[in-house]
């Protein structure tokens, strides 16, 4: 494997998605937002109508994604992560942002009721963070800031030094 694969993971709204498709671009590695892959490919086993959202199919989207995750160069984006194989990723960030600021992005975005609060829990009681460590080493999860455009900046500098360094290690 030439390149590494990345998981970017964290609450919706925290910004997986515009740091994913600008670290892509950077880097030259392929984005694969889960959330439209699953649409794209209908990977669903049905539909929650408490959060007015389809159900993922988690394992026809592991096996969907097996072959390009063996290739290598791929970043994914989702906000669950415990069911992709650990041998997946050689790292793992998990985007962190402040509830104020996490509580007007999905607003915006029309959440509101049971979604909207328990989206803001599991950001405060850190979920998906625990979740990440729970699935992969620990030494491979960090927790990422992103509730502006300089932690927006910062985030993609760093893991472009991080790919760069794992390219001439690797390589």
Same mark, same amino acid.
């Given at each position: ?10 609450? *919706? ?8 498709? #600008? &670290?892509?671009? +950077?880097? =030259?590695?392929?984005? /694969?937002? !889960? ?18 959202? *389809? ?8 096996? #969907? &994604?097996?072959? +390009?995750? =063996?290739?290598?160069? /791929?970043? !994914? ?95």
């Amino acid at each position: 494997m030439r390149r590494p694969n990345l998981l970017i993971t964290g609450t *919706p709204g925290v910004g997986k998605t515009t740091l994913g498709k #600008e &670290l892509a671009s +950077r880097a =030259g590695l392929s984005y /694969v937002n !889960v959330g439209d892959l699953a649409k794209e490919g209908e990977l669903y086993e049905g539909f929650d109508e408490e959060y007015d959202c *389809p159900i993922l199919d988690e394992d026809r989207v592991v096996d #969907e &994604l097996e072959a +390009r995750m =063996g290739e290598g160069g /791929v970043i !994914v984006d989702y906000h669950g992560c415990d069911f992709f194989p650990e041998r997946w990723f050689h790292i793992v960030f998990v985007l962190r942002t402040d509830n104020s600021c996490l509580y007007d992005r999905l607003h915006s975005r029309g959440y509101t009721g049971k979604k909207l609060q328990d989206n803001i829990q599991c950001e405060i009681f850190q979920t998906l963070y625990e979740e990440a460590v729970l699935s992969y080493k620990k030494e491979i999860v960090h927790q990422l800031p992103s509730n502006t455009p300089e932690d927006l900046e910062r985030n993609l500098d760093q893991i472009m030094q991080w790919i760069e360094q794992w390219m001439k290690d690797n390589n």
